[in-house]
């Protein structure tokens, strides 16, 4: 049934389902189905919202990442600082600006 559903083009679909009363029904609705502009226009409704889901989780898990590499990067830094590494070979260390590496300093 699976490779049915999967299948796009609806001829290798019906060879597959071929003497399947179930698959050849599947797939004879299917093809109903999206000949039906508003069957049509709901699913691609939906399709849209997931993708629009999907990419607003990718978004959040990337600035996730990227808040985390930050985070790490000034806890080095500052345990760096705390050592007496020089503000210009910690900044090229950890990839923060000179002037962030400069204020964490002082903040200590």
Known sequence: MLL???ETSVEEAKKIGKGRK??????????MA????DTMEIYYG?????????SERKEFFDNGKEEGKKSKSLEIAKK????GLALSFVSEMTGLALDEVSRLQEKD
């Open 46 to 54: 939906e399709l849209n919202d997931r993708i629009m889901r999907n």
């Open 22 to 31: 179930l698959m050849e029904e599947y797939i004879k609705d299917s093809v």
């Open 34 to 37: 999206s000949k039906d502009y």
């Open 4 to 6: 049915v559903m999967m």
């Open 80 to 83: 760096m600082l705390e050592r």
